[in-house]
């Protein structure tokens, strides 16, 4: 059961436009999404994150939108950078109890950006 | 302030053997998670460990994985007579309290023979 879903295996993106990467989640329990990179041979990088009491977050060029009525996020990268290209997660947790430290991850999107 | 170290970065095994994974989480941070990434796959929740105690293992086999943070020294994550389908990476992360953001380390790619 694939409680949150990247749909998209791949995105090619132009240097300088924008990258939007789509997230899907199937349990309204989640109370906080996070989105990690991901480069060949090393571990996740923690990029930005959103509680579900929001409905956006900003951190430089990396923007999170959180829809929970329709339980979808995004993250936008403007302008996005070769340096940009890598494997991104997001991942969601789970309210309280014992699974508050789990978190369950998408299968990752590949992001290449252009020159 | 050092990341999380993982040791080995590569591990080969032969079947049956036991693979011992190590986890150093980031100073100051008592809580350690451990998760699994299978080929063409995202990352899989196996263990959430705090200091002596195992918080949930709902992720893990039921049978030949164990895992332990022991007072003193690194988490570990064993695996005993490993078999083909074993072969992953391993990932640890760390966080401060259980609520704060995981950080994880590069990972111990396991190859059983």
């Known amino acids: 059961d694939q409680q949150v879903k990247q749909n998209s295996p791949s995105l090619s993106v132009q240097e300088g436009r924008i990258s939007i990467l789509n997230c899907d989640y199937t349990?309204?329990?989640?109370?906080?999404f996070l989105w990690y990179k991901k480069y060949p041979a090393e571990g996740p990088t923690f990029l930005i994150s959103?509680?579900?009491?929001?409905d956006k977050n900003e951190d430089g060029r990396f923007t999170v939108f959180l829809n929970k009525s329709a339980k979808h996020l995004s993250l936008h990268i403007v302008p996005s950078q070769p340096g940009d290209s890598a494997v991104y997660f997001c991942a969601a947790r789970l309210a309280g109890g014992t699974s508050y430290g789990k978190l369950t991850f998408g299968q990752g999107t590949i992001l290449t950006v252009h020159p | 302030n050092a990341g999380v170290m993982q040791n080995p970065r590569h591990l080969v095994r032969r079947r049956g053997q036991e693979a011992r994974l190590r986890c150093s989480p980031m100073k100051g941070h008592s809580h350690v998670y451990w998760y699994r990434q299978l080929p063409e796959e995202g990352l899989k929740f196996m263990v959430y460990?705090?200091?002596?105690?195992?918080?949930?293992e709902s992720g893990m086999p039921k049978e030949r994985f164990s895992a332990e943070f022991p007072k003193e020294g690194p988490s570990i994550l064993r695996i005993q007579q490993v078999v083909r389908g074993d072969s992953a990476a391993y990932f640890c992360?760390?966080?401060?309290?259980?609520?704060?953001?995981?950080?994880f380390g590069p990972g111990t790619r396991l190859l059983v023979l």
């Open positions: 460990l705090q200091k002596e105690n195992i918080i949930d």
């Open positions: 349990n309204s329990m989640f109370d906080y």
């Open positions: 959103i509680s579900s009491i929001k």
């Open positions: 992360a760390s966080s401060p309290r259980k609520e704060e953001t995981q950080y």
